[in-house]
């Protein structure tokens, strides 16, 4: 079964990841993602010996909260259980 590519839209901030130097082999991204920041994975090709190699871009993650503590803006979570 070949899966057709799924496009990538162009958002806001795209032009803001940074590629990473080097190929990533899928076993290494775990040593490579970290929490706080965005990633994007594109298909580079194969090494010699067939194994399938990741171009890694990263982006630092923006804050969307509110940094000032205002009581009278709360956001609902519909997930949060009233006590």
Do not use: C
């Not at 775990?30 to 194969?46: R, T, W």
């Not at 630092?60 to 997930?79: I, L, Q, V, W, Y």
């Amino acid at each position: 079964m070949t899966r057709e590519p799924i496009p990538i839209l162009n958002l806001p901030g795209d032009e803001d990841f940074i590629r990473l130097p080097g190929l990533f082999r899928r076993w290494e991204l775990n040593d490579v993602v970290e929490l706080g920041a965005d990633f994007h994975l594109e298909d580079a090709g194969e090494a010699a010996d067939g194994t399938q190699l990741i171009a890694v871009y990263r982006r630092e993650r923006r804050s969307t909260r509110n940094t000032t503590t205002d009581s009278s803006s709360t956001t609902n979570n519909p997930n949060k259980k009233e006590q």
